[in-house]
């Protein structure tokens, strides 16, 4: 397991720990996402922790953190502890999530390709990233991010694994240098008080459920105005 897989459990760990498993409805994507479920849907997460946007019973999550994997366990999820190769046999699930996460991985190549590869054709793949790299400042390096994306780059990696991105929204992700390299400080140093780690955390996903998503099928790098990308990916048939 590499250090910054290690950074990353240890920064959530300790948050998931302590928060609730909210609905999934509350979340905006959830409109979305429920035009893809139907009877009998095989539903995958990757790194929800405890804010897992897919229905927790009967869906399938895969996570670094123990401790959000036992409270999934609890209401009926699947959950199974892995850093690399997903252990899911081809084409096993019509809905795969992977919200705020690729950014956290060295290697997101062999995860683009393990999201396809598990992913049956025609099925849709729902993410999210921070987007671009000249906006990189210390509130990345707090949050254990390894980079930020190039939205247009990322679209071709993912059309090279079979997966074409059919609409895309954005959502804020982004301070000026100042600003986030002064944020970055601030979230370390309150490491240690986990009560206000815990009250902040909050703050924001009630912000990130507050979001009205605006769809659109045009140039991508413009989501990098916000910062924040979320896309829809559909596999080949």
């Not at 997903?86 to 699930?93: H, N, R, S, W």
């Not at 909050?202 to 605006?214: M, N, S, T």
Request: aromatic share 10%.
């Amino acid at each position: 397991m590499t250090d910054a897989i290690k950074q990353n459990e240890h920064i959530y760990d300790r948050l998931w720990a302590k928060l609730p498993i909210p609905t999934h409805t509350e979340w905006p994507i959830w409109s979305e996402l429920q035009k893809e479920i139907h009877s009998g849907s095989r539903l995958l997460e990757m790194g929800a922790g405890v804010l897992p946007r897919i229905p927790v019973e009967g869906g399938y999550f895969v996570d670094l953190s123990q401790a959000a994997l036992r409270k999934l366990d609890v209401f009926g999820g699947h959950g199974v502890r892995a850093a690399g190769p997903l252990p899911f046999c081809d084409g096993a699930f019509d809905v795969v999530c992977a919200f705020e996460v690729l950014e956290h991985i060295p290697d997101d190549e062999t995860v683009l390709h393990e999201l396809s590869r598990v992913l049956r054709p025609g099925g849709a793949l729902f993410f999210s990233v921070p987007v671009d790299p000249a906006l990189w400042t210390g509130f990345d390096d707090a949050c254990g991010h390894v980079r930020r994306y190039v939205a247009s780059d990322l679209a071709a990696r993912l059309a090279n694994t079979g997966l074409l991105i059919e609409r895309w929204t954005t959502q804020p992700n982004k301070f000026k240098k100042v600003i986030g390299n002064f944020t970055g400080v601030f979230l370390r140093a309150i490491a240690g008080f986990p009560k206000l780690t815990i009250w902040l955390k909050r703050k924001a996903i009630a912000g990130e459920q507050r979001l009205q998503f605006q769809w659109h099928t045009g140039d991508i790098n413009q989501s990098h105005d916000a910062g924040g990308l979320i896309a829809i990916a559909r596999k080949a048939s």
